[in-house]
């Protein structure tokens, strides 16, 4: 089996896949690296949502060779280097963003995406980024908010807590 | 999935070399082959990537003519503004990580009978260039789609790029399948100095297709009202559980007059 390599949060990694290893089973089952969740493997739950060269992908709809070489960044790579939680996954946790918290990592990755294009998006265009993220918890509405919230943080405004 | 060789040629000439295998076959940003090899209804020997091919890869304006590369993402498409239908309809292609994977040449290769860039493409008349082992050649929007996931490709050649005359004003509306988000029914408006084309994708049982009538109508007279005594009939029209094929009728002359009146 071929060995590929690329920098997963930072680190350089390397490991076997064959031709039609999928990025998120490399992820998870060579790297150990369970955050990125596996919902429907058809591309269209978004909980596997990665960031691979600055750019949000399905890692379900991606082979691991293709990533040979990539900047990969994964729900792991959120947190902060002392292991608190990131900026936007706090936001998670104060605005009850999540319920049972299976598509919280695809959630968490799109809202980091969305936000490093457009640091200040309308309650409607956080609604638009996450068509291809679904949550059968939440009904969205606390998503939206923790993603607002979120944005405002990155942007340096004080939140008032509710 | 069976199992393949997956290929990273770094040259379109490499690839084309790679492509000339036994059951190779070419994979673009993988959004809608990758569901297909999962559900194992595709067996190929070896997959051709062709992301990571960088002369493939770029959008450029020139002399009223965008010309996109074949692996240039929806993505990239949504971003340029040379040719802002385009760049809507896009942008409404599935969601942002797919707009982020997907690419042009993949979708007009595999020209799905719901695809939305082959309205575009028979809208404007645009050219596809194709290259194969024996070279390059540019086919006609109008020759080149041939009816449900057929075209005029040969095989072992791929889509190098889409060069579409800019129209004056043009507009995608879709009415999408609310599960998929594929369209039920979307039609491309393209207005230029001396002709109209309307390119209606979703709904024919062969896949895209122009309306003529329409075409002829807004020639003379470009707005909703030119359409308005036309219908369109439900002969040759897709029917399924969303819809059948005298709703898509209906639906084409409704998309098209919101695609006119989004021109203005």
Redesign the interface.
């Known amino acids: 089996m071929p060995t590929i390599s690329m920098t997963v949060n930072g680190k350089s990694v390397s490991g076997e896949a064959e031709g039609r290893t999928l990025l998120v089973t490399f992820l998870r089952e060579e790297l150990g690296l369970t955050g990125t969740h596996v919902g429907c493997d058809t591309s269209q739950c978004g909980a596997c949502t990665i960031d691979v060269n600055g750019q949000s992908v399905k890692a379900c709809t991606m082979f691991a060779a293709e990533a040979e070489g990539a900047q990969v960044t994964t729900i792991e790579g959120m947190a902060n280097p002392d292991g608190s939680l990131g900026v936007i996954q706090q936001a998670f946790q104060d605005n009850h963003g999540l319920q049972c918290g299976f598509c919280t990592p695809g959630m968490v990755m799109t809202a980091a995406d969305l936000l490093k294009n457009n640091p200040n998006p309308s309650e409607k265009e956080v609604r638009e980024y996450l068509e291809g993220n679904l949550c059968r918890c939440t009904g969205y509405h606390n998503i939206v908010k923790s993603i607002l919230a979120a944005a405002a943080t990155l942007r340096g405004e004080q939140v008032a807590a509710e | ?6 290929v ?1 040629p770094k040259s379109l000439s490499e690839a084309i070399e790679a492509l000339q295998a036994d059951e190779a076959q070419p994979l673009g940003g ?2 809608t082959l ?2 297909t ?2 559900q194992r209804l595709a067996m190929p020997s ?2 051709v ?1 062709l ?2 091919i960088a002369e493939l890869v770029g959008i450029s304006a020139s002399g009223g003519v965008l010309t996109v590369k074949g692996a240039t993402t929806h ?1 990239a498409v949504a971003a340029q503004t040379d040719f802002p239908g385009l760049a809507g309809l896009a942008g409404k292609i ?5 707009r ?2 997907g690419t042009m040449g993949g979708s007009i290769a595999n020209n799905d009978p719901a695809a939305c860039y082959p309205s575009a493409a028979l809208a404007c008349g645009a050219t596809i260039v194709a290259a194969g082992k024996d070279g390059s050649r540019e086919i006609a929007a109008d020759d080149y789609f041939q009816g449900l996931f057929a075209t005029a490709l040969e095989e072992g050649e791929i889509v190098t790029e889409i060069r579409f005359p800019i129209p004056q004003a043009s507009n995608y509306q879709k009415f999408e399948q609310p599960a998929s ?1 594929f369209p039920l029914v979307g039609v491309f408006v393209a207005k230029f100095a001396d002709k109209v084309g309307v390119g209606v994708t979703g709904a024919g049982e062969n896949g895209v297709f122009r309306w003529e009538e329409a075409e002829a109508a807004l020639a003379g007279n470009f707005s909703p009202d030119a359409i308005e005594g036309l219908s369109v009939s439900a002969e040759g029209l897709m029917g399924d559980i969303h819809a059948t094929p005298e709703y898509r009728a209906h639906l084409i002359k409704v998309m098209t007059k919101r695609a006119v009146a989004a021109c203005a």
């Open positions: 999935m069976y199992a393949f060789d997956l990273k993988g959004q990758i569901p090899l999962k070896s997959l990537s992301a990571g993505g599935g969601d942002p990580a797919v982020h994977r988000r």
